[in-house]
């Protein structure tokens, strides 16, 4: 049972423009949400995060929404940069535990 | 420093050879993990060692025998796999497992083939 889901397989933006990739989750024990980026043939890097507690998180051109009642988080990128092309999962963990429950990813492509 | 370092990169082997994949990190993390994960697919826990114990399984089957030599280093011992257990192999680790606001961090993972 798929408890993170990415329910965007891909997504194309122009450079310049703002990406926002979504992620729905089912279980309200989680916490703590996190997105990391893939590159092919490399490890997920780990991006930004957001505790249960906010629903707002910033980093740079990188920024993170939560909306507990929904059970939904965000991504948003501005502005998107060819560079970010790359696979995004969003993962979800809860207190008291050590997994973490991956989505299946968004391939985003940012078009020069 | 946010670094997980895995060896080899790359490892071919076939079904009856012994080998093994290796994983250190020096951020001081106390809990370190295993994940497979296979192409279009999200990685899959296989196992966490926390403070050097064993403390997750997820029914991994027993040719894959993992090993936690000290606190910063994390083995995978690998003996008669099969062809479907090729995929890319991570190692990741964390301040302390169960901790609300516990970051992972992976390594950027070894590729085994198995023929």
């Known amino acids: 049972d798929q408890q993170v889901k990415q329910n965007s397989p891909s997504l194309s933006v122009q450079e310049g423009r703002i990406s926002i990739l979504n992620c729905d989750y089912t279980n309200s024990m989680f916490d703590y949400f996190l997105w990391y980026k893939k590159y092919p043939a490399e490890g997920p890097t780990f991006l930004i995060s957001i505790s249960s507690i906010k629903d707002k998180n910033e980093d740079g051109r990188f920024t993170v929404f939560l909306n507990k009642s929904a059970k939904h988080l965000s991504l948003h990128i501005v502005p998107s940069q060819p560079g970010d092309s790359a696979v995004y999962f969003c993962?979800?963990?809860?207190?008291?535990?050590?997994?973490?429950?991956f989505g299946t990813g968004t391939r985003l492509t940012v078009i020069p | 420093d946010t670094e997980v370092t895995q060896t080899p990169k790359h490892l071919v082997m076939g079904m009856t050879n012994k080998k093994s994949l290796k994983c250190e990190q020096h951020?001081?993390?106390?809990?370190m993990y295993w994940y497979k994960q296979k192409a279009k697919k999200p990685p899959e826990l296989m196992f966490v060692?926390?403070?050097?114990?064993?403390?997750i399984n997820e029914s991994v089957p027993s040719r894959f025998s993992p090993e936690c030599p000290n606190s910063s280093l994390l083995n995978l011992h690998l003996h008669a796999l099969q062809p479907e257990d090729s995929a890319l192999y991570l190692c990741?680790?964390?301040?302390?497992?169960?901790?609300?606001?516990?970051?992972?961090?992976f390594g950027e993972g070894s590729w085994l083939t198995v023929v």
């Open positions: 990741a680790s964390s301040p302390d497992k169960g901790l609300a606001g516990n970051t992972i961090y």
């Open positions: 951020m001081g993390h106390r809990a």
């Open positions: 993962a979800a963990s809860r207190s008291g535990a050590n997994n973490l429950f």
């Open positions: 060692y926390s403070y050097e114990k064993l403390s």
